[in-house]
């Protein structure tokens, strides 16, 4: 089934420029949301749309993820987000998001055998890691061995469809290791290899912390925390970096390259770079004896560019539904791992006094899952600089879907961007001699 056959009917829309209306069709979703196809605007009109940052632009039609901001819904393949990051761990819901359902118990096994198949990467890749600064930043490094992983399995490139569901579970499998092995790498810590006997999320803590003088315990709590973000990091419709894997893939680039370029967009700042922000922010106000008042007073103050990491969001006006189960999932892990942690009260209390605060009422300003996912990883022991890195784990399965649903649709074209042109108007060129 192609994806736009699910589209409803709806009428047209007329649009009037320059005193003469124009008739354009409207595409209807399945959950009521409605876009205007402009795909003809240019042809009929002369005329193209203005919209920086995109944010009244859809760029395609998908049945990947439903995400509403105004009621703070979300959702992946009809499955709300609330049922599976409270149902699932994170390989079933990475596999109804590429295979476009949950696994059945048979379809389960199978992929997490493949999952345990795929888990080392190249012996000579391993190399790669002695060859980057000490100090390089770990989503460099995931970005690197992500694309290198292009010239190790070749097969992409006569077909990348084919057997994409193998290469789908090759890549979520070699990931987790890849970025175990660049934080022990930077750390000078000798590498551990995923083990047989471990599910996902205990392989990747074990790879991460385990050590040859003090072994690892994988607890069973700190795994269900993992698999929980993991899950609310899955997908996310149409952002920065998933625009970004669907940009590069509609220019025919293979799988890898497209999620390197996708953990690129990832690592800025103002993307996946949040929740180190958060926590940043937070040590920061510790730092200064608890201030709440001066930080919350420099939010308000436009002059100051100051702003509360973790609050608000560009798509929800209301709660951040990911955000409630984060903050739950929170609490439950310090209690149970026992850990007192100053940067979670800072939070709790910045939460309270926002949300009694009209300022941040009127301006939907509420906590969103940057806020409370770096204090789970703290409590966890993954270090600052790896918190992108982790946002790129549990994203990875909405990027390879994204990118395999753009390859798919027979409707889909190259990504090209029309512009306004503000620059100098036509003028006759000036020989050297005369400037």
Same mark, same amino acid.
């Given at each position: ?48 749309? #203005? ?22 819904? #979300? ?10 990051? /409270? ?21 389960? /096994? ?28 770990? +989503?460099?490094?995931?970005?690197? +061995? ?17 057997? #994409? ?41 074990? +790879? ?14 700190? %795994? ?109 892990? *310090? ?19 926002? *949300?009694?605060?009209?300022?941040? %009422? ?26 992108? %890195?982790?946002?790129? #784990? ?39 001699? /005369?400037?």
């Amino acid at each position: 089934m192609s994806i736009m056959s699910k589209e409803k009917s709806c009428p047209d829309a007329t649009l009037t420029v320059e005193g003469k209306s124009y008739s354009l069709p409207v595409v209807c979703g399945t959950e009521n949301d409605r876009a205007i196809d402009i795909g003809t605007l240019l042809q009929q009109t002369g005329y193209t749309t #203005l919209d920086p940052g995109y944010k009244n632009t859809a760029s395609c039609t998908s049945d990947i993820t439903f995400l509403d901001g105004k009621e703070g819904i #979300l959702s992946y393949r009809g499955y709300a987000i609330e049922d599976l990051a /409270e149902k699932c761990v994170f390989i079933e819901v990475a596999y109804l998001l590429v295979h476009g359902h949950l696994p059945n118990s048979t379809e389960y /096994e199978n992929f997490r055998q493949l999952l345990k198949r795929f888990a080392l990467i190249h012996e000579d890749m391993i190399h790669f890691f002695d060859h980057f600064p000490p100090n390089a930043p770990p +989503m460099a490094i995931l970005s690197v +061995m992500v694309n290198s992983l292009s010239n190790y399995y070749p097969e992409m490139n006569d077909d990348p469809l084919k057997n #994409l569901d193998v290469t789908a579970a090759r890549l979520i499998s070699k990931i987790r290791t890849v970025a175990a092995f660049s934080y022990k790498k930077s750390i000078g810590h000798p590498l551990v290899y995923p083990s047989p006997d471990l599910n996902y999320c205990g392989n990747f803590l074990n +790879m991460m912390f385990d050590r040859p003088v003090h072994p690892y315990s994988v607890r069973p709590e700190a %795994v269900a925390a993992l698999n929980k973000l993991l899950i609310l990091h899955a997908d996310h419709e149409q952002n920065c970096s998933t625009s970004t894997v669907r940009l590069v893939g509609s220019a025919g680039v293979n799988l890898y390259a497209s999620i390197s370029a996708g953990i690129n967009a990832l690592w800025g700042p103002l993307h996946g770079g949040a929740n180190e922000a958060v926590v940043t922010m937070l040590e920061t106000i510790h730092r200064d004896g608890d201030n709440f008042k001066k930080y919350i007073d420099m939010a308000k103050d436009k002059s100051n560019p100051f702003k509360l990491s973790g609050f608000g969001h560009r798509v929800y006006k209301t709660f951040d539904p990911r955000g409630k189960i984060i903050k739950e999932a929170c609490d439950d892990l *310090l209690e149970v791992l026992n850990i007192s942690d100053p940067l979670l009260d800072i939070a709790r209390r910045l939460e309270e006094i926002a *949300l009694n605060d009209q300022y941040f %009422v009127e301006r939907n300003l509420f906590p969103n899952v940057d806020f409370y996912s770096g204090i789970i990883y703290r409590a966890l022991g993954i270090p600052t600089n790896m918190f992108t %890195v982790m946002f790129a #784990l549990g994203r990875l399965p909405g990027w390879i879907a994204q990118w395999k649903e753009q390859q798919e649709d027979p409707h889909g074209k190259i990504g090209r961007p029309r512009q306004v042109y503000i620059g100098e108007p036509s003028r006759p060129f000036v020989p050297m001699s /005369e400037r």
